[in-house]
C-alpha cells in the first residue's frame, strides 16, 4: 500500500542549493582574487590557500568528531568564508595568522552555534575582527608582498584611509594629504593604494557584485541601501568642512566598504529576510562604518558595522516580519 506524504505548503521546487548558491560566490569572488595574486604575487596565494584549507579542514573535523555528523564542507560554505577571510587579510600575512582567523571564523563563529544557517555574526568578519583587535600590528602592515605585475612591491604602504586618518591627526588639510600622496579616484577604482588583498580593485568588487545580481544570488537592498548610507552621511560632513573630510568617492572607493557591502553583509544567514528590513540593515551598517572613519580611533570601520548589525538582525526580523507565502 502506497502511503500519502502530507506536508506544509508552499511546495515549491527550485534547482538551487547551498553547493550552487555557494559556487556562484566563489565565481564572483574570482575577480577580486586574480587582482590581488596579480598585484601580491605569492604572498597572496599563500595566505589565500592556507585561509581556504584551514577554513575547510577545521568544519571537517568539528562535524565529524565533535559533533559527530556528517560533514558539510561540500556545500563550499568554508570555502567561501575562507576566501573571504584571506581578502580581508594583508597579503604578507604569516600563515599562523590565517589559522587563527580560521579557528575563530569557523570553530567559533560558525560551529559553535550549530553550522551553517544557524550562526548570529558573520564568520569571516567575526575572525578578522578577532585578529585586528589581537594582532593590530600584523593587521595593519601593508608591505612586504611582491607581486606578479613589473616584479616589484607596487602596492605596499598606509591605505588611504590609514594616510588620512594620520595626516588629520598632524593637522594637515585633506588637500595637503591628496597632494602629496598623489591620490587618484582612477587609480582607487583600479588599483587602490595599499589595503588587504580584497581592497585591491574596487572593479573587481563591483564585476562580482553585477554577476551575483544577474545570477539572482543577492538581491541589491543591502549593498545599495550601505553605499547610499555612506555617500550621504559623507555628503554631508564634507560639504560642511571639505577641508576636515572626505567626499563620498573617495570614502566609497577605499577600503573595505564595497567589499563588505557586496559579499558580506548580504551574507543569508547574517541579515534580515525582508527586503525593508535589508534596507533598515544597510543603512544602520553605513552610518556605523562613517561614524568610526570620522570619529574613532580606527581608519576603517566596516567590519564592526556589520558585527553590530549582526547583532540586531533577530530585532529588525521581529519588526519588519516577511510576507507570508501566499499573501496580499
Not at 157 to 163: C, E, S
Not at 244 to 262: A, E, K, R, W
Request: positive net charge; charged residues 10%; aromatic residues 10%.
Amino acid at each position: 500500500m502506497n502511503k500519502l506524504l502530507v506536508s506544509p505548503s508552499p511546495h515549491i521546487h527550485s534547482k538551487t542549493s547551498t553547493h550552487s548558491l555557494m559556487l556562484d560566490v566563489v565565481i564572483a569572488l574570482l575577480p577580486s582574487v586574480i587582482v590581488s595574486v596579480l598585484y601580491y604575487g605569492w604572498s597572496a596565494v599563500t595566505v589565500l590557500a592556507s585561509s581556504v584549507v584551514f577554513c575547510t579542514l577545521l568544519e571537517y573535523l568539528i562535524t565529524k568528531y565533535l559533533l559527530r555528523r556528517p560533514t558539510t564542507i561540500g556545500d563550499l560554505s568554508a570555502v567561501v568564508t575562507g576566501i573571504i577571510l584571506a581578502l580581508n587579510l594583508p597579503p604578507a600575512a604569516p600563515w599562523w595568522v590565517a589559522l587563527i582567523g580560521a579557528i575563530v571564523a569557523i570553530g567559533v563563529a560558525k560551529m559553535t552555534f550549530g553550522g551553517l544557517g544557524q550562526n548570529v555574526f558573520n564568520p569571516a568578519i567575526t575572525g578578522r575582527v578577532f585578529l585586528l583587535i589581537s594582532f593590530p600590528t600584523i593587521m595593519t602592515s601593508w608591505g612586504g608582498a611582491k607581486g606578479f605585475i613589473g616584479g616589484v612591491d607596487a602596492v605596499s604602504g598606509p591605505t588611504p584611509l590609514g594616510i588620512v586618518k594620520e595626516g588629520l591627526m598632524q593637522g594637515q588639510t585633506l588637500d595637503q594629504i591628496f597632494a602629496a600622496n598623489d591620490f587618484s579616484y582612477l587609480q582607487m577604482l583600479f588599483v587602490n593604494i595599499g589595503g588587504s588583498a580584497g581592497e585591491i580593485s574596487a572593479l573587481a568588487v563591483l564585476i562580482g557584485f553585477i554577476y551575483m545580481l544577474a545570477r539572482k544570488v543577492i538581491r541589491p537592498y543591502i549593498t545599495l541601501s550601505v553605499l547610499v548610507t555612506v555617500a550621504v552621511f559623507s555628503g554631508i560632513f564634507w560639504l560642511v568642512d571639505p577641508a576636515q573630510y572626505t567626499d563620498p568617492l573617495f570614502n566609497l572607493l577605499t577600503g573595505g566598504v564595497l567589499l563588505g557591502s557586496v559579499f558580506m553583509a548580504t551574507d543569508y544567514v547574517t541579515s534580515p529576510m525582508s527586503d525593508k528590513g535589508g534596507i533598515i540593515f544597510g543603512i544602520g551598517i553605513g552610518v556605523i562604518t562613517m561614524l568610526i572613519r570620522y570619529f574613532g580611533s580606527y581608519p576603517e570601520g566596516m567590519s564592526f558595522a556589520i558585527l553590530i548589525m549582526n547583532a540586531t538582525v533577530p530585532l529588525i526580523n521581529k519588526f519588519c516580519k516577511q510576507k507570508k507565502f501566499g499573501r496580499a
